[in-house]
């Protein structure tokens, strides 16, 4: 059995504020294995967030274990953490975090530059990358010369630029539209089928369900698996990823004439 990638033991992460102590991670339990795409679902102020920061090792947790490839981050000093995150975990961000004045080309090739990777390897990666995510004729385009969408796969280009293990992605699809957001999931979904990675990905949209190896829930810091079984027969959403996938998309805000959902 290879070894996990991530390793969360009755952990609990906990925020004091004022008198009040809030649990924003409570006693979870999770195995995040190779070669995996994972979705973390829940609402706002689960603790989505939280908990993929305790497993890509950018916190600690106040009670329990995580490892991250073999190693306890709670016995990790910061520079030890700092080394892991660079060279093992990749982290795309809702608002992508991209550097304005670096072009696609630029920010993909940045992180391999803090990793002190040769001129010839970095360029040669940087364009594979690049045309790994579909974006080759976009490299010298700086991120407000992109759309919300390009921008996206940029980060996700440059998350993987260092060829890490795991990538976080926390609801990388939140402010991109309902097709684009999912053609950015596919894009994750290839991504571990060809590179590899393992990826767990934080997003409010229930369509990751469908395309998801795996898909756990927070509910109010609890950890849960979600089974297919649990699905709502009549979920609208999953109607709209099936129309997608289908090529019958129809844009948001056109909806069907009521009687006749069958008209164009
Ligand atoms: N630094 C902090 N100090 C105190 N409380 C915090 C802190 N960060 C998060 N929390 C609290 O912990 C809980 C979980 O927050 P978290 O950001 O993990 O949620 P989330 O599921 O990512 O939400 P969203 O979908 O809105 O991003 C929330 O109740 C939040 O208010
Ligand atoms: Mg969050």
Known sequence: MAQSIAVVESVSRVYHVGREDVYAVREANWQIDPGRFIALQGRSGSGKTT????????DRP????????DSDTRRMSDRELTMLRRHKIGFIFQAFALLPVLSAYENVELPMRIAGMGGRKRHERALELLDLVGLSKRASHRPFELSGGEQGRVAIARALANEPALLLADEPTGDLDSVTGLQMMLLFSRIVRQEGVTVVMATHDLSVRDIADETFTMSDGVLSRWHPSQEEP????NT???????GQWRPPNREAPKQAPSGR
């Not at 908990?51 to 950018?58: D, F, I, K, Y």
């Open 234 to 237: 009549s979920d609208p959403i």
């Open 62 to 69: 106040t009670a329990g274990t995580v490892r991250i490839m």
């Open 51 to 58: 908990l993929l920061n305790l497993v890509g090792g950018l």
């Open 240 to 246: 709209l990823v099936r129309e997608a996938e289908a």
